[in-house]
């Protein structure tokens, strides 16, 4: 995807497991939604377009919430972020999308020390889907989907952005992400990379 990189403006980041790792223990709260909900709950993200709308979507918000606050102390930050965004920063405008909570985002960019770097925060209290949320940003901050890319760590987040007409790059952090990505039949619409550092390098070059 090497000739679709010039004139991008703005990139737009997924938060945990691409920027950073949050240690939720997911089994615990799946355990926690089902008693809540009554029952079983295999993906939190398949959960919530689900329940989008209701007072049950807060209920549950706020108990993942409490889960993702707790490990916080335990965050671990990869590919040395901090660094790769300043660097970013200089040349695009910053976006987050994200499932987690907008407290907890705002608290995980503040001890990555680049939360002023980032113009718009789309969390899950603002839509529950990354589809949506790409939209959100590029209607809030009047962005061209043309010159927007979208990094994430998930086949979705390829999948969003090019429905939403971005570019998408894929930082692979799980083999089975990439061989999902090429089963689609979509390895040729996406920049992926082993790393932060890469995405750094590739864009630098094309600079």
């Not at 962005?143 to 998930?154: F, H, I, L, W």
């Amino acid at each position: 995807m090497r000739e679709t990189i010039s004139g991008l403006r703005n990139l737009i980041f997924d938060l945990d497991e691409t920027l950073v790792l949050l240690p939720v223990d997911w089994s615990m709260v799946y355990r926690d939604i089902g008693r809540l909900l009554g029952r079983e709950v295999a993906s939190f993200a398949a959960t919530l377009p689900m329940l989008w709308g209701s007072d049950m979507y807060w209920k549950v918000s706020q108990l993942v919430e409490e889960y993702e606050l707790k490990s916080l102390d335990r965050l671990v930050v990869l590919d040395d972020s901090p660094s790769i965004v300043r660097k970013l920063g200089d040349r695009y405008r910053l976006s987050i999308t994200s499932l987690q909570s907008r407290k907890v985002i705002e608290r995980v960019l503040h001890i990555m020390g680049v939360r002023e770097l980032f113009d718009i925060l789309v969390s899950r209290e603002d839509r529950p889907t990354r589809r949506e949320q790409i939209r959100l940003v590029l209607t809030a901050g009047g962005y061209e989907a043309s010159e927007t890319m979208m990094v994430g760590d998930r086949v979705d987040d390829v999948v969003s952005a090019l429905e939403n007409g971005c570019r998408a790059a894929l930082v692979v952090r799980k083999k089975n992400e990439l061989e999902n990505l090429k089963k689609l039949g979509l390895g040729s619409k996406a920049l992926t990379l082993r790393s932060l550092k890469e995405l750094y390098e590739v864009l630098k070059r094309e600079c």
